[in-house]
């Protein structure tokens, strides 16, 4: 072989034969592994939570107060991959919502879940007109509805327990509940054996109501109001008793998560992780095992 062809091998095909080899390796292990994935996004205060399947589909449980989401999808979600199966919308406040504006934007959505309430802010209105800009489907969560994530993974929604907003007389909704955070969907997700308890901002006396209702045994508790002291009650620990608990919290100036919970969780031998000290938290389960992992999804 002459050796302009050679180097010429070795320049370009040999590179190229290899970044082929990359994509393709690339490929496979964006390929559904069996394990239902649950991270935690590290998004400042507020929630942010991806769930994928374990047959690979993805859902969204609320969007962090900012853009921080994106890059955090952007990091676990394949370069190909720009559709959301779900996004859940616990309740209207920003920390929650205000990061789904920019995943609207950017991903192709196939469905959301929110309460039934009306709520005054301009992010969330934002959200409501690009969910009807973008003709996606729209579901009002109540008790007892079953949401199928796949074949083999359900949400049982246990909270709210309908409409939770009234119309006024001029047609404009209004909230019935004194507090926001009481619309907050709740509800635990199940794959297999493992049960997480998703709980949005909920306080203690929605938590109150809901360990009277349902078994609320869990392995994992998202816990309720990035840890403030209106949740996470020792009533309701002791019905949850979790192995391990996430909570959403950064900076803030609510005093989150209060010493109270902390020792809640903590007389409750409750593992405990933070996102203002943990960053993003990951978990995997096989539907036996349930279990924290260091490693992004890919
Ligand atoms: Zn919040």
New binding site residues.
């Given amino acids: 072989m002459e050796a302009q062809t050679k180097t010429l091998i070795k320049r370009f095909l040999v590179p190229l034969l290899f970044a082929n080899l990359a994509v393709f390796a690339g490929y496979i292990q964006f390929q559904p592994d069996f394990l239902m994935h649950i991270n935690f996004y590290d998004v400042g205060?507020?929630?942010s939570i991806l769930i994928q399947t374990y047959l690979g589909n993805q859902i969204l449980i609320?969007g962090g107060p900012s853009d921080a989401v994106l890059g955090h999808l952007g990091q676990d979600l394949p370069f190909f991959d720009r559709t959301i199966d779900m996004i859940i919308l616990?309740?209207a406040?920003n920390?929650?919502v205000a990061g789904l504006i920019d995943v609207l934007k950017r991903y192709r959505v196939k469905k959301v879940i929110l309460p039934e309430v009306a709520f005054e802010s301009g992010p969330y209105k934002e959200f409501l007109n690009l969910i009807e800009e973008k003709n996606v489907e729209r579901i009002f969560a109540h008790a007892g509805q079953r949401i199928y994530l796949d074949s083999g993974t359900v949400f049982d929604v246990y909270y709210p327990y309908g409409k939770v907003a009234g119309v006024t007389s001029s047609g404009k909704y209004q909230l019935e509940s004194d507090d926001l955070?009481d619309t907050s969907i709740v509800g635990k997700l199940s794959f297999g054996k493992n049960k997480i308890l998703l709980t949005?901002?909920a306080g203690i006396n929605v938590e109150q109501q809901l360990l009277l209702q349902y078994d609320l045994d869990s392995d994992l508790l998202k816990v309720g109001?990035?840890g403030s002291r209106h949740s996470t009650s020792k009533e309701f620990l002791k019905e949850v008793t979790p192995e391990y608990s996430v909570i959403?919290v950064g900076k803030n100036n609510y005093g989150h998560p209060t010493q109270e919970t902390l020792d809640n969780l903590a007389a409750a031998s409750v593992q405990v992780f933070r996102n203002d000290q943990n960053k993003t938290v990951r978990f995997v389960s096989d539907g036996v095992n349930l279990y924290p992992v260091r490693n992004p999804m890919r």
Avoid: L, V
Wanted: aromatic share 0%; glycine share 14%; proline share 0%.
């Fill in positions: 205060q507020g929630d609320d616990t309740h406040h920390d929650h955070n949005g901002d109001h990035h959403q």
